[in-house]
């Protein structure tokens, strides 16, 4: 299931209605956190942008396409660094993994604020991102011994200070680090990966070799969002303009909110829009006020939205602390346990029971949790495999039997290898 840049993205759509009237929730982390912050009818996403969200938190692959038309790795060359003394000292190889990923979590945290370390569910941004480019990386020296990219290190320290400062807009903007790696293949030329293409291209084609072609106008036909020019994401097979501040948003003719951005006031049985507003006009509710996920009233930072009761009269939520290991809970968004534990239902939610015990997140073989509304649970960086037991997420070389399992987002003949070239 690879999703960033150069692979077919692995979207999960609201497809269907599940036992609370809620949308199909996002299974984030990879099934490492029960957090189901999507779909809702009037809150199509809770921190803005899903397929954003989706990316960094399963980590697989980069969805973004920020230097020279590749993915989110796309500046990684590696070989070709500049050997002149003028100017900048030159950022060796080994080093660009770790500054890319700091970078990019720095510009996701001012971005979806206290929001991201609740949708991480106890991973670490950089940590994953770090694995990731360090999987991607001989990829990008290929392509620069090649000669299909060149790579100048003196360049990498500016694009990452930018990176770092663009917040959402990091999101949607491709090409931020062109003048850090720019590939040298013409459009209508053979590719293999995007890294190869000149700027404003992206390497078109689902065998290999692609093609490099123009990045595709809003309207045009995708697999991921690096595929779509600046400032569009791919949504549904096709690139979209998202809604920013006060436009329409929530009924099935209207775009997604843009990142950092929520939809509120949207009607979906009456089919009336709502507004793009800024998350915190969502995340409202002190402890002990009432709140509604499926209206889009959530809670405050460091406090959560608890359902009380559900019956046929409805569902009661009100905003509580979180609390300690090993306490009884009830069915929370975001969920009320610490990190390493997650609300352990006596029953099934279906059957309106609501009740459980903070419990252990699982690890090691043992049989994948299940969160409130039947995403798999594993504890952080552990990913739960097809016998649903949860097992630890690979490296290039180890083995796999579905994407997920795999920090770069690609699993071949049972293995993960590196992502970010067709195959």
Not at 94 to 110: D, I, N, Q, R
Not at 154 to 162: P, S
Request: with cysteine.
């Amino acid at each position: 299931m690879p999703e960033f840049g150069l692979l077919p993205a692995c979207r999960q759509e609201c497809e269907r209605t599940d036992t609370l009237g809620w949308k199909r929730p996002l299974v984030l982390n990879g099934g490492a956190g029960i957090y189901f912050a999507a779909c809702f009818p009037n809150l199509r996403t809770v921190a803005g942008d899903v397929a954003a969200l989706e990316a960094l938190l399963k980590h697989l692959a980069l969805k973004l396409s920020l230097c020279g038309g590749l993915g989110l790795l796309g500046f990684l060359g590696g070989c070709g660094e500049s050997t002149s003394f003028e100017g900048p000292t030159p950022i060796p190889i080994t080093e660009l993994p770790t500054k890319y990923a700091t970078a990019l979590c720095v510009a996701y945290g001012s971005c979806l604020g206290p929001l991201l370390p609740v949708f991480l569910a106890g991973e670490d941004c950089t940590t994953n991102l770090r694995r990731v480019l360090e999987d991607e990386l001989p990829n990008f020296q290929a392509a620069v011994m090649s000669g299909k990219a060149t790579y100048d290190g003196t360049q990498l320290q500016a694009c990452v200070d930018k990176l770092a400062g663009l917040g959402c807009d990091a999101i949607y903007q491709r090409d931020v680090c062109v003048t850090t790696l720019s590939g040298a293949v013409a459009a209508g030329q053979a590719c293999t990966m995007d890294v190869e293409c000149a700027k404003g291209n992206y390497c078109k084609g689902v065998a290999c070799p692609g093609t490099c072609s123009p990045r595709e106008a809003a309207g045009g036909s995708c697999d991921s969002d690096t595929d779509c020019a600046s400032g569009l994401e791919c949504n549904s097979g096709a690139c979209e303009t998202l809604a920013k501040l006060d436009e329409a948003c929530g009924v099935a003719t209207s775009p997604e909110c843009s990142a950092g951005l929520v939809c509120v006031d949207a009607d979906s049985k009456a089919k009336k829009p709502g507004k793009c507003r800024p998350n915190a006009e969502a995340f409202k509710g002190s402890v002990s006020e009432s709140c509604d996920p499926q209206a889009g009233v959530l809670c405050k930072e460091g406090s959560v939205c608890t359902i009380q009761s559900w019956d046929l009269a409805g569902l009661v939520a009100t905003c509580t602390a979180p609390l300690a290991a090993g306490a009884a809970c009830k069915a929370s968004y975001p969920d009320a346990c610490p990190l390493d534990e997650y609300c352990k239902l006596s029953g099934n939610i279906a059957l309106r029971m609501v009740d459980g015990t903070c419990t252990k997140k699982p690890k090691a073989g043992e049989p994948c949790g299940v969160g409130l509304l039947g995403g798999d649970i594993c504890a952080p960086n552990w990913r739960c495999n097809q016998d649903k037991k949860c097992i630890v997420e690979e490296r290039v070389g180890g083995a796999c039997e579905s994407a997920d399992i795999c920090y770069s987002g690609t699993c071949t003949g049972g293995k993960c290898v590196a992502g970010g070239q067709c195959n």
